[in-house]
Structures are given as C-alpha cells and as structure tokens.
C-alpha cells in the first residue's frame, strides 16, 4: 500500500501530465475549432491554459506537503534531494502559492467578461486594445501580492520551526533540516501562560482573505447577472442554435464555477481560517494537497466536453466521426449575432 508521501508524488505527477495534454490539447482546440467571433476571449482561454500548466509544473517541480498542526498552517518541501539550492525552493514555494492568487483572479475576470458578452451592451469594448492588456496583468499583480505576502509575512523563523518540529516529524518523517517551507502560526504563548495573537499572521490571513472575497464576491455577482441574462436569452432565442448555444453557456457556467469552488476556494478558505480557531484540520490539509494539484488538470474538461465545437472536433478525431448529424454548427452570422462567449 502506498504510503501518503508516495501518492502525493503519484497524484502530483499525474495531474501535470494531464495538466499538460489537456490544456494543449484545449489551445489547440481553441485556435482550431473556435469561430473568430468569439473575439479576444480565445487569447484569455489560451492564456489561462497556459498558466494552468506552469502552475502544474510548478506543483510537480516543488512537490509540496500543504500541512496544518494545531493553530498553524504551512506549505513544506522536502529538500534531501533538491540540488538547486534552498533558496530556489523557497521561491519556488512562493511561485506556487501566488499562483493561487492568479488563478481566483483570473476566475473572476473570466466571469466579468462573459456577463459583458452576454448583455450586448458594447461593454465588450473594455477587453480590447489597451484595456485588454490591463485585464491581462491584473492577475499577475494579484499572484504577485499573494506571493509576496507569503515571502514577507509567512516566512520561517525560528518560533515557527520548533511549533512544526514534532508534527512534521510525525507526518512525514522529516527533520526541520531537511525542509523549505512557508506559514503561519497564529498564536504564540506568553510569559505569564496565556496566548497572544502573531500580528504578521493576522496581516498575512487579512491580505488572503480579502482577495479571495473580492474574487468571491465578483463571480457570484457575475455569475448571477450570466444566470439571468442565459436564462432570458433562452426564451429569446431567435433560432435552433441561438437557444441550443445559450444552454452551452449555461452548462458551461455552472461547471467551471463548481470545479473551483470545491477545489479551490472552500478547502484553501478553510485551511487559511480554521487553525485561526483551534481547530485541528490536519487530515484536512492533506486534501488540500491533492486537490491543489488537481484543479489545473481538471479545469479544461468542461469547455472541451460542454461546448459542441470543442467536443464534435474530438470525437472526430478519436473515434472518426464524420457524420453531422444532430450536431449545431455556428455561421459566422449566428456567432455574431450571438456573441459567442464560452
């Protein structure tokens, strides 16, 4: 049986393999199958396609150990066998949770844009020209905030090393001289036995706090406004594949604010703020771990699979299906009319 270091390796090296093939096979789905009406949201899919696999990459290079003792919280890598230097691996480390940050910020503007698509109110304009390049660098900002936070703020020290000392012995069989890590302990004892609160950490949880709610709070919002508007499009559609493309969007919407949801938001959320409480979430945190590596392998399958274009050009390829029936292909004059934006 597979011990829990050996299926973090297996599911982390699995995830960038399919992190990989997948989201290349996604841009060139994009690039191939998708109608040039569909404008400047083919370049944000291809960007984040690429970043979901730099992200994996980052994951399968770092292989971290997202672990929770108590009142704390950190992110840890084996160094026994690094050879490229523990200052690498800590930024490394760094690397990989900013990447969290670019990927809720780059969630948010995804749903910013479809909502703008979707009520042809010439919104669309803000993603063009100049303007797209700002929606570009928003994320990198956002992922480079959440980075530099954990350098700054979430850094090791002694204190934090002799409170992680025993449990990660107990959970990995590692000494604190064969570990790179990062976190946050948020209470530290007193002279007289009480416990005060560690300012740093209470900083560091405010900072991520607050940007996975602006996150939050943009994609419920746009994603209520999307859930409308599909809806009314729906009863509006003027042709076969007008409300057959609207019910695309409407799967498609729902998937991909499920998918980051449950892996990304609720369990990092929780791993952030509970140790704040005492609660002990250390079985917790090792879920975290798989579901972190997860989330960029998992994140293309509902465009490929909801979207007719992207599925009909697969199955054409995998199973050699020529035959068009039953299928819904996009003129150029329904695509505009349309807006197509998946």
Not at 145 to 173: C, H
Request: glycine share 6%.
């Amino acid at each position: 049986m597979l011990t829990y270091p050996e299926l973090k390796n297996v599911i982390q090296y699995t995830s960038f393999i399919c992190s990989l093939c997948l989201n290349s096979l996604l841009v060139y789905l994009i690039l191939t199958h998708s109608p040039k009406k569909m404008g400047n949201y083919r370049y944000l899919m291809i960007y984040f396609s690429c970043f979901a696999m730099l992200f994996s990459t980052v994951d399968a290079v770092v292989g971290p150990f997202v672990h929770s003792h108590e009142k704390s919280f950190c992110v840890l890598a084996d160094k026994t066998n690094w050879k490229l230097g523990e200052g690498f691996q800590y930024f490394l480390i760094c690397v990989l949770c900013g990447c969290f940050g670019v990927t809720i910020t780059f969630f948010a503007i995804h749903f910013v844009f479809r909502y703008f698509a979707l009520e042809r109110q010439g919104r669309l304009s803000y993603f063009h020209g100049c303007y797209f390049i700002v929606w570009l660098i928003i994320p990198v900002i956002f992922g480079s905030l959440w980075a530099s936070t954990i350098a700054f703020l979430v850094g090791p020290n002694q204190e934090k090393t002799e409170y992680l000392r025993e449990s990660i012995m107990s959970n990995y069989n590692l000494t604190m001289d064969h570990v790179t890590y990062v976190g946050s302990v948020y209470w530290r004892k007193t002279g007289n036995g009480g416990e005060e609160l560690v300012k740093e950490s209470m900083i560091a949880m405010a900072i991520f706090m607050g940007m996975m709610s602006v996150s939050f709070s943009v994609v419920c919002y746009y994603g209520y406004l999307s859930y409308k508007r599909i809806t009314s499009l729906i009863d509006e559609g003027e042709s076969a594949f007008t409300r057959n493309l609207q019910r695309q969007l409407y799967k498609a919407l729902v998937a991909q604010a499920v998918i980051p949801v449950l892996l990304m938001y609720f369990p990092v959320g929780a791993y952030l703020i509970l140790p704040l409480f005492g609660v002990n979430i250390a079985p917790f945190s090792k879920l975290v771990t798989f579901v972190y590596a997860a989330y960029p392998a998992v994140d293309p399958l509902p465009l490929m699979f909801i979207i007719d274009n992207y599925r009909h050009a697969m199955a054409d390829f995998f199973y050699c299906c020529t035959s068009n029936k039953n299928r819904v292909t996009a003129s150029e004059e329904e695509i505009s009319r349309g807006q197509t934006t998946i």
